[in-house]
Nanobody, 126 residues
Framework: VRLVESGGGLVQAGGSLRLSCAASGRTFNNLRMGWFRQAPGKEREFVAA????????DYVDSVKGRFTISRDNAKNTVYLQMNNLKPEDTAVYYC????????????????????WGQGTQVTVSS
């Protein structure tokens, strides 16, 4: 599976960005998808995840109410809408995926994901 992220950039605090992750190489409908981020000097951390159908989502507490993960199975793409961005959201954002599981399950751990994108930089200025 190949994942290509896009949509990162520089934004002021309080602004918004929408990240996209296009998947290829495998049937997208039964792939569990997730977004992670890694700030300089820190470990990669979970941000959001979504189930096959998109009916189940999960978020790290620090982004709840501000970020929304969604997917368009017809376009083989998962999105991360980020609103009210804060300087502490600055990081490289990675899309990840893995198959298997059930249609209603999500994954939140780095080691649970098999495939990763190259990452896209998000920088939030104060």
């Amino acid at each position: 599976v190949r994942l290509v992220e896009s949509g990162g950039g520089l934004v002021q605090a309080g602004g918004s960005l929408r990240l996209s992750c296009a998947a290829s190489g495998r049937t997208f409908n039964n792939l569990r998808m997730g977004w992670f981020r890694q700030a300089p000097g820190k470990e990669r951390e979970f941000v959001a995840a979504i189930s096959w159908s998109g009916g189940i989502t999960d978020y790290v507490d620090s982004v709840k109410g501000r970020f929304t993960i969604s997917r368009d199975n017809a376009k083989n793409t998962v999105y991360l809408q980020m609103n009210n961005l804060k300087p502490e959201d600055t990081a490289v954002y990675y899309c990840a995926t893995t198959g298997g599981g059930t249609p209603w399950s999500v994954l939140t751990k780095v080691h649970e994901y098999l495939y990763w994108g190259q990452g896209t930089q998000v920088t939030v200025s104060s």
